[in-house]
C-alpha cells in the first residue's frame, strides 16, 4: 500500500527496468478473478490532457505497443468501450490519427 493522499506533484511511484532485454518489468496474476479489476485507474479529474493512462514510446521503431491475447474469449469483448452519450457532443469515444512522413520510407 501506498499513500499519496498528501502528495501534490512528482512522481509517486517509479519502476526502472532500462536494460531489461527479455522478461517482464511487471507481472500481476489473479487466476480466479471472477468479479473486479487486476489494474483499475480512477480519477476524478475533468480536464486531463496527457490522459489518464499513457505510454510515452516514441522510439520505439518496429514491434508492438499493445498487444492482446484473448485465444479462448468465447464470449464478452477483447475490448468494451462504453459511454451513456449524455455529456457526448463534439467529442469521439475513440481517435486513430497518423502522421505521414516520407522520411521513414525505406
Not at 12 to 22: C, I, N, R, V
Not at 68 to 95: F, R
Amino acid at each position: 500500500y501506498v499513500d499519496g493522499s498528501e502528495q501534490t506533484g512528482g512522481t509517486l511511484l517509479a519502476m526502472s527496468a532500462e536494460h531489461l532485454t527479455e522478461g517482464t518489468g511487471m507481472h500481476i496474476t489473479g487466476d480466479d478473478l471472477v468479479t473486479g479489476s487486476l489494474i483499475k485507474l480512477s480519477s476524478k479529474s475533468t480536464n486531463v490532457t496527457n490522459g489518464i493512462l499513457r505510454m510515452d514510446t516514441n522510439d520505439i521503431r518496429s514491434g508492438k505497443l499493445v498487444s492482446i491475447e484473448a485465444n479462448k474469449l468465447e464470449d464478452g469483448s477483447a475490448i468494451d468501450i462504453s459511454n451513456d452519450g449524455y455529456y457526448l457532443s463534439t467529442v469521439s469515444l475513440i481517435n486513430l490519427s497518423s502522421l505521414y512522413h516520407a522520411e521513414y520510407l525505406l
